[in-house]
């Protein structure tokens, strides 16, 4: 059979962004990028058996050390962020929250200056309902307390869940919470859950609401430990695109969950295909992976400064799914440097078919949509190859194993790296 894949009919779309108002706290003008304990640490509470791997004080300092010290943070990752399962059961006698007090002997506010210390960010777990999902104390009825607590501990960035809550109060509710933590003066991120819970009880989310109120929320499931969850939230993305893209941009974020790069369900190829497609998405790099034990090839997909340049474009674009047929499917992002009117992008082509050997894919790059004349600076950014200066009527050919992705970025010629290129422009 055949393996080389012609692309004849790419559907060129306009990116839009809509031009309403959004939340206005200056924070992450980029998306945010740090570690969050949940996808592979779970609820482990078992200190007495497990203390290397139960939420405590002990894994969040751990893993703070070792953003520091294996380059995660010099790469971009500030965030330290706590899960559920923090809390102990009750509030104490005069309502306040209490974290658990054998797995966080320190407290919050000690862990929190711990982080500090670093040079790191802080970022703690609540739910907006009666309980967290894990059946911890919830917010409702004490979000005065907890939001002046949070800022007394020098929180940075809280995730509120929506369980054990009603979706329809969910605009009200995350709104006025959002308000109650500006009115603490401490800038804090605020990451909303609401939109996936009214989804899930068919009520139409308002983004127009939720941009306005959250910096980032989630759309969608939660990631799980394999290929099958990682590509539900691929296709959900590129399905619901027309919705949710327009209303991401520098503040308010779509957040298709964590990175699971390095833990046991992805094979290489298929974590490169995760983070290229974040990558495009504009999401948050959140990466949940034991840090002592991430082998060195997961630990370098996540290290890859180009594709992280891509995710952290200033101009904060969600990329979209231009192509999807008989298992190929090519992704792209506009991104820095624009020229004129002509955007550079970053272009991932995907392979979700599962022949057991390679497709080639070919493409020119006006089907692509990249039609400057002056032409396009083209690189590989998980290979080393260069390509040099193409045209809009060049032809490119990659080959992308299975599960696996080619990602390559075009930046819109602009310098005169390569001083020749004009006579190639005219004899195009
Ligand atoms: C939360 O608790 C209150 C008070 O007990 C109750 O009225 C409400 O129905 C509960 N909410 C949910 C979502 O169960
Ligand atoms: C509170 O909201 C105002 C208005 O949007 C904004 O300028 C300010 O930075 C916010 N403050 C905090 C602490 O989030
Ligand atoms: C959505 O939220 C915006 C901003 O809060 C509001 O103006 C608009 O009326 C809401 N739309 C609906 C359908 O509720």
Redesign the pocket.
Known sequence: MNQCISIFYITVIVFVTEYTKAL???LVRTPPMGWLSWERFRCNTDCKNDPDNCISERLFQVMADLLITEGYAAAGYEYVNVDDCWLEKHRSPNGQLIADRSRFPSGMRALSDYIHSKGLKFGIYEDYGNYTCAGYPGIIGHQYEDARLFADWKVDYVKLDGCYAFPHEMEKGYSEFQDI??K????MVFSCSWPVYQIYAGIRPNYTSIKENCNLWRNYDDVQDSWVSVESIIDYYGNNQDLIAPNSGPGHWNDPDMLIVGNFGLSYDQAKTQFAIWSILAAPLLMSVDLRTIRPEFKEILLNRKIIAVDQDPLGIQGRRIYKHRGIEIWSRPINPIVGTFYSYAIAFVNRRADGTPSDISVTLKELGLISLNGYVVEDLYENVDYGILYPSTKIKVKVNPSGVVMLKAEVYVDAKYPNSYKYVFSL
């Open positions: 206005e706290n200056g933590l500006n603490t003066g401490r800038p």
